[in-house]
């Protein structure tokens, strides 16, 4: 899997699933399976022959300013909250405080110096490389 420092995910978070999914499946050659999220939502793997490409998940409307169309890219991190620090003593803005998700990990999202949005994960033992 993933270790300190490296890309461990990337997800499209839409207010239009059922576009995207179509896009994707026809200009990247993608096809999709589904799970139910813990809120009961679904979220889509999207999966290129039988490797997991990226993640899909419905936006809610009228959601934040960090819940609008993007792509979101996730840094792996050993330990989240000393990353945080260190982030923040670096100039980061953080925009979420960190949340568990079950079965992923500890997950925070911060805007570096540069304005750039970027998601930070402590992966669970079971994603973790």
């Known amino acids: 899997m993933t270790k300190h420092g490296e890309f461990n995910w990337i997800e499209l978070q839409t ?16 096809r999709f399976q589904s799970e139910t999220m813990p809120n009961g939502g679904k979220y889509w793997l999207a999966m290129l022959g039988e490797k997991v490409v990226c993640g899909i998940w419905t936006l809610e409307e009228g959601s934040s300013e960090l819940a609008r169309n993007r792509w979101v890219i996730y840094l792996h991190v050993d330990d989240i909250d000393s990353a945080l620090a260190q982030a923040k003593s670096a100039g980061a803005e953080v925009l979420r405080e960190p949340w568990d998700v079950p079965g992923v990990g500890r997950i925070a999202m911060i805007r570096d110096p540069g304005g750039a949005e970027i998601g930070w994960v402590t992966p669970t033992s079971a994603k973790a490389g």
């Open 15 to 30: 207010q239009n699933t059922d576009a995207a999914i179509e896009f994707y499946k026809n200009a990247a050659g993608w």
